[in-house]
């Protein structure tokens, strides 16, 4: 019996077949390439962390060298600054497997850093920007009060504008040395990205244009600490 290859049966049998097949290159080549997707995943992670302890520039290479030099462990706390888990030198098993879903639940990721002797804690940040998600890691000194650096992270802001929080290192350095906490007053965060500087020591000027950007980092720093201040207050 001669195929119809005309008829509406065989055009959507081969249209099945065809977009089943389709479906089974893709999902084999999703899973093999998963592991190398997983690594590099990690490794801009890395990047990220050392960057906001103002080690930049560094090629894949290097990454894994500074990343398991300077941080002693990867902890895990909650809001009342008890350790869930400690964490290891050069760790990736704790604090680091850690995403925005975990933060929300109470699980907060704790990086125990030791930078040329001295000790820095870098926390991570989310929050909302203009067109999506912003984020970033936030290292602060021993003192627990002043800022070391910082590295911001976006999922669509405008470029030359909201994209700015992620491309003008210039503009994350103005970070470093502002302090957390205004007058003394240790149960807010009050470093802010402002239009208007009035307060040098906790406040960082803006980005032009960007003023929706500007003020979601500034929820995401107030929201995002505001969770570590019993670590913070605990001296």
Avoid at 26 to 50: E, G, M, R, T
Avoid at 52 to 74: C, G, M
Avoid at 165 to 180: A, E, M, V
């Amino acid at each position: 019996m001669k195929l119809n290859t005309n008829s509406n049966t065989y055009i959507l049998a081969y249209a099945s077949l065809l977009v089943i097949a389709v479906a089974f290159v893709l999902a084999y080549f999703s899973q093999a390439l998963k592991p190398i997707q997983d690594k590099n995943v990690a490794l801009d992670k890395k990047k990220q962390i050392i960057a906001a302890l103002n080690i930049r520039d560094v090629n894949d290479n290097q990454v894994e060298e500074y990343y398991n030099k300077l941080v002693e462990a990867d902890e895990i706390i909650n809001e009342k600054n008890e350790v869930l888990s400690a964490g290891k030198p050069g760790g990736e098993n704790d604090g680091f497997k850690l995403n925005g879903g975990d933060f929300k639940a109470g699980k907060l990721a704790l990086f125990v850093c030791n930078v040329d002797g001295q000790k820095k804690y870098v926390m991570p940040v989310y929050g909302m920007g203009l067109w999506g998600g912003i984020s970033g890691y936030i290292a602060i000194n021993a003192d627990k009060e002043t800022i070391y650096g910082v590295y911001f992270n976006h999922e669509g802001e405008t470029a030359g504008l909201g994209a700015e929080i992620k491309d003008n290192q210039k503009w994350q350095q103005q970070f470093c040395g502002k302090h957390l906490f205004a007058d003394g007053n240790l149960d807010a965060v009050a470093l802010s990205v402002c239009k208007k500087v009035d307060n040098p020591a906790t406040q960082v000027d803006g980005v032009s244009g960007a003023t929706l950007t500007c003020d979601g980092v500034t929820r995401m720093i107030h929201e995002g600490l505001g969770k570590y201040l019993v670590f913070l207050k605990d001296k």
